[in-house]
């Protein structure tokens, strides 16, 4: 059975940083590429970073370039988000994925298994 457990969500003022963490068993994790996508109230769960299986290429969505970074440990099936500089806009629910590949794709619909997700807010 495929788990992804995220953790190290919470509040945090604006221009301050968090790093969530996914915890992944039950997959061979080092043959997925993983990413984090967000779902603010009532919006739709968007793409925020992915991370292709070896870790060698990542992508990040344009409202996050610069601030965000996303890494794994492929020893420890764990995935990583260090967020730096938050903003208001960034409060939402994160959640960890595992795509169908080792790629690291951008929609959300490339995605088979899903974390239930970690808070996060960000008070102005």
């Known amino acids: 059975q495929v788990q992804l457990v995220e953790s190290g969500g919470g509040l945090v003022q604006a221009g301050g940083s968090l790093r969530l963490s996914c915890a992944a068993s039950?997959?061979?994790?080092?043959?997925?590429?993983m990413g984090w996508f967000r779902q603010a109230p009532g919006k739709e769960r968007r793409f925020v970073a992915a991370?292709?299986?070896?870790?060698?290429?990542?992508y990040y969505a344009d409202s996050v370039k610069g601030r965000f970074t996303i890494s794994r440990n492929n020893a420890e099936k764990t995935v990583y988000l260090q967020m730096n500089s938050l903003k208001s806009e960034d409060t939402a629910v994160y959640y960890c994925?595992?795509?169908?590949?080792?790629?690291?794709?951008?929609?959300?619909?490339?995605?088979?298994?899903w974390g239930r997700g970690t808070p996060v807010t960000v008070s102005s």
């Open positions: 994925a595992a795509s169908r590949s080792g790629t690291a794709p951008t929609t959300r619909w490339d995605y088979a298994y």
């Open positions: 039950g997959l061979a994790f080092s043959s997925y590429g």
């Open positions: 991370i292709e299986r070896s870790g060698g290429m990542t």
